[in-house]
């Protein structure tokens, strides 16, 4: 701390009215909204001057200009305090902050990134750290590798690239386990660039926070985590000017002790305030209480400009460097195609990084570490973190981020995957080991509701790919698409059944089989694909001929394409597929066709919890293999037979 520079005072009661301020036009914006959070604002009204007016280097008029530090308010409900911040430098006008949560207003409940000085949507508490953790190895290792920082003799800081990333958390999220896994993340990477400021205000939403006041109890569990913990006054602009210039080769945890709505003589340090505005009479009087205790200070706050060295970075048109190379007939496995295409996209741009749970000798992530270990980041078996932290990489579209584990591993983090929806996060995740296909492992490793997961994602494109060629192109597009985007891989090896010429188009299904004389349209993906094709052959020996459809995508699905070529079969449509039939592509078929009169849809689905066996013993079992399709086709023939 001997580089410590103290504030004067005339900076410290700036810091202090800056603060006060932060608090009356909290509660002037939620008693105008008529709700709101407005003490969980007055909490960290000095947490929130200090940081933005003393700490952090920012140029408040390009709120994601790439040098800027970063801010990720994962208590969300404190949004009208983040509002009031930016109010004060000046981005928004103050009259804004009174159309708080109104529906023509960008100011909403929590902070989403229709703000532009908002990264990342928070809210569903205990998610912001792990996404501050994504921007600060973004900034340490990735950053600082492409852009490396002048060196500078008089450096006072020890953080590798020029921003810093602070957190402001809540004591009530710090019972959520996703938290710790960010905490051991950044503990495990050094990185030494981010900040997490604990607002220790004791009250939750209705009850006390399990360790209330106990701040030295939070002390020693970050202690314990690997980080640099200090416990601090956090009404003390002096106290949190200090802590928060301190360097250390650890990341820093703040652990701020501080009163529930602070300033609010009723409500300070009671329960049953949480998410209560002011009603109109009490909010006068306090913001007049408020206003008494400002003093006169002539000195005006500034953010401190940043450094310029974290260059701009174009994602644009991310291509492979060639066609896929694969031959007819040569067999992979998807998920195995999946690392091939990853490593491949690679080697035409820097921007390309890749995360993993732990589980890259499976998805085959593996092959892109092995040629670019700078751009791998092991996640380890923290799959709500992995998500987090690959939308902390992908913000300010610093990079094109993929993210794999096993496909029913991401149930897990379903949340971090709605909210990267939330955020117009474009992070691209594979799940492999999909269905009842990937054999003796059984149910608890099979991948069976990952396509009703990602469908309900708002924006968000599924990719099912059914061989070598298609993986490879489902991974280049996905590294072009908006929004989330997900990669559905399979253990078994397939047959090669496209051209290294076929063009591939998101929302594009291919008709793989077909003659002039087809009596049903048979959709499949996937394993199911290969298993449709075989059940084709051997209904052409009974001159049963079938129209097979490889959908590419699930969502978008090519509804035209699924549509005339049912007619072709008089509206006969059987559906097969390694999923439950809950959510699936039977059911993303049957949306697709409701309106159309004439058409009916037989679906073959894995119908129960499965269990362990050679995967054609499940696909048998299951009534998704070949057989059972020849049966089905038959059954809808005999039905369509039976009613003329």
């Excluded at 060629?469 to 496209?498: M, Q």
């Amino acid at each position: 701390m001997e580089d410590y520079h103290k504030p004067d005072q005339q900076t410290v009661q700036a810091l202090r009215n800056l603060a006060n301020r932060l608090r009356i036009n909290s509660i002037k914006a939620t008693t105008a909204a008529g709700s709101g959070h407005p003490t969980s604002c007055c909490s960290v009204a000095e947490i929130m001057s200090v940081v933005f007016f003393h700490a952090m280097k920012y140029r408040p008029e390009e709120p994601r200009n790439p040098n800027n530090d970063r801010f990720v308010l994962s208590k969300g409900h404190a949004a009208p305090a983040l509002y009031a911040v930016w109010a004060e430098t000046g981005y928004l006008k103050e009259n804004e902050l009174l159309n708080l949560r109104k529906v023509d207003s960008v100011l909403e409940g929590h902070p989403v990134p229709r703000q532009q000085f908002v990264d990342v949507a928070t809210g569903s508490l205990g998610q912001g750290l792990g996404a501050a953790c994504g921007m600060a190895y973004t900034g340490k290792y990735f950053d600082e590798a492409r852009y490396p920082a002048p060196k500078a003799p008089t450096r006072a800081l020890s953080y590798a690239h020029s921003y810093r990333v602070f957190c402001l958390l809540g004591d009530g999220e710090l019972s959520e386990g996703s938290v710790w896994e960010a905490m051991a993340f950044a503990s495990y990477y050094q990185l030494d660039n981010l900040v997490a400021i604990l607002d220790i205000n004791r009250l939750g939403q209705s009850d006390p926070a399990p360790l209330q006041h106990h701040v030295e109890k939070y002390q020693r569990r970050c202690e314990a985590f690997g980080w640099h913990a200090v416990i601090a006054d956090g009404h003390s602009v002096e106290e949190l000017c200090k802590v928060l210039a301190q360097a250390r080769r650890q990341p820093l945890a703040v652990i701020a002790k501080t009163v529930k709505g602070k300033g609010i003589q009723a409500a300070e340090d009671k329960t049953g305030w949480h998410g209560k505005p002011l009603p109109k009479d009490v909010a006068d009087g306090v913001i007049k209480e408020l206003q008494s205790r400002m003093v006169s200070c002539s000195k005006r706050l500034y953010p401190s400009p940043p450094g310029e060295d974290a260059a701009p970075v174009s994602l644009r048109n991310i291509r492979m460097p060639s066609a896929p190379s694969y031959k007819p007939g040569e067999k992979i496995a998807t998920r195995k195609a999946y690392g091939v295409a990853l490593a491949k996209l690679g080697r035409y741009n820097e921007h390309v990084v890749a995360l993993d749970g732990d589980t890259k000798n499976s998805t085959f992530s593996e092959l892109f570490k092995n040629e670019h270990p700078n751009r791998y980041v092991e996640c380890y078996v923290a799959e709500q973190n992995m998500v987090s932290v690959a939308m902390g990489c992908a913000a300010r579209d610093r990079n094109v981020v993929f993210a794999s584990t096993f496909a029913t591993f991401f149930s897990r983090a379903y949340d971090q995957l709605r909210m990267a929806a939330i955020s117009e996060s474009n992070v691209n995740l594979c799940g492999s080991h999909c269905g009842v296909s990937i054999g003796e492992d059984g149910p608890s490793q099979m991948g069976l509701e990952d396509l009703a997961m990602f469908r309900a994602i708002p924006g968000a494109t599924v990719f099912y790919p059914s061989d070598g060629v298609s993986a490879e192109k489902a991974v280049e597009l996905a590294a072009n698409t908006k929004g989330l985007c997900f990669i559905r891989t399979s253990r078994p090896e397939n047959n090669i059944i496209y051209s290294c010429n076929e063009d591939f188009h998101v929302g594009q299904a291919k008709v793989v089989y077909k003659t002039n004389d087809d009596h049903v349209t048979v959709i499949g993906a996937g394993v199911t694909l290969h298993e449709a094709l075989a059940a084709a052959e051997h209904l052409k020996k009974e001159r049963i001929h079938i129209r097979v459809i490889d959908p590419f995508t699930v969502k978008p699905l090519d509804a035209k394409t699924i549509i005339d070529n049912a007619r072709a079969t008089r509206g006969r449509i059987i559906t097969v597929e390694d999923h439950y039939y809950e959510g699936g592509l039977g059911e993303a078929v049957c949306s697709a066709v409701v309106n159309e009169s004439g058409f009916g849809v037989h679906r073959l689905a894995v119908s129960q919890v499965p269990r362990s066996g050679k995967p054609h013993e499940l696909l048998q079992i299951f009534g998704i293999d070949r057989d059972a399709i020849v049966q089905a086709v038959r059954k809808v023939l005999s039905g369509a037979s039976n009613s003329k």
